[in-house]
Every structure is written in C-alpha cells, then in structure tokens.
C-alpha cells in the first residue's frame, strides 16, 4: 500500500515537466523541497556546475522544460531503495529530452497520512 502510494508521488515529478503543471508540484512536493545536480553537455563533452534549486526554481524549470515538447512519453525506470515509517528512498531513470537520460534520486517524507518529495538528487546518464 506505501508503496503504491509513493510511486504515485514520485511519478507526479517527471509528469509535472511533461505537462508543465506547477500543481503537482504543489500538491506533491513539501514547501522547503530542493533539487540539487548536475547536467553533462553532450555537445562539449563536460559536465556542468553543480546546481540547486529550490521549490520556486522547481517550478519555474516545471514552467518552461517542455516548452518545444522536446520530452517523449513517460517511461519511467524505477527502484524504491527503502522504506522507513516516515522516509522513503526512490530512484529514478527516464529520458528527459529525446536521448537524453537522467537519473534522479528522489527523497520522500510522510506528513501526516501523505507522503511528500523533500529532496531530488539529480543527474544525466552518458
């Protein structure tokens, strides 16, 4: 049962950029969330700096990502590491933009009955 309910939590994450829906985000994520990693230019060969976004740079990124439609269908790759009463641990892959691959660790915390993402660890797959 936690379990469906926290894969239904993290699959709002990648659905929000898909949509460009800000409302999952709000209804999904907790008011002090973050997201922090790193991209790899796949054009100079380099990976980027580290970067970190919190809620309101979420959702600005949520606002614009698939603007051009550039991200295909959802197809997600994922691997729940654990379970605790209040944490849980959650990993990710899926194609982000046509042939470019990230892999997501995804933090959750339980908040009364629901559970919210708290924290992404992020980075593309070469």
Same mark, same amino acid.
């Given at each position: 049962?936690?379990? %469906? ?13 898909? *949509?460009? @829906?800000? &409302?999952?985000? $709000?209804? %999904?994520?907790?008011? %002090?969330?973050? !997201?922090?990693?790193?991209?790899? @230019? ?5 990976? =980027?700096?580290?970067? +970190? ?12 990502? +698939? !603007? ?13 590491? $654990?379970?605790? @009463?209040?944490?849980? *641990? ?8 046509? +042939? /470019?691959? =990230?892999? $997501? ?6 908040? =009364? %009955?629901?559970?919210? /993402? $708290?924290?992404?660890?992020?980075? &593309?797959? /070469?």
């Amino acid at each position: 049962m936690e379990q %469906n309910k926290i894969m239904t939590v993290v699959k709002s994450y990648p659905e929000a950029f898909k *949509l460009m @829906d800000t &409302s999952l985000i $709000d209804k %999904n994520f907790t008011k %002090n969330a973050s !997201k922090t990693g790193v991209l790899y @230019d796949y054009e100079t060969k380099k990976w =980027g700096e580290l970067t +970190n976004a919190n809620i309101e740079e979420i959702k600005k990124w949520v606002t614009v990502h +698939n !603007k051009e439609n550039s991200m295909p269908d959802i197809h997600i790759k994922s691997q729940i590491i $654990d379970i605790q @009463d209040k944490i849980a *641990l959650v990993k990710i892959e899926l194609e982000w933009i046509k +042939n /470019i691959k =990230g892999s $997501d660790y995804i933090l959750l915390v339980k908040k =009364g %009955n629901e559970w919210l /993402i $708290d924290k992404i660890y992020y980075q &593309s797959i /070469i």
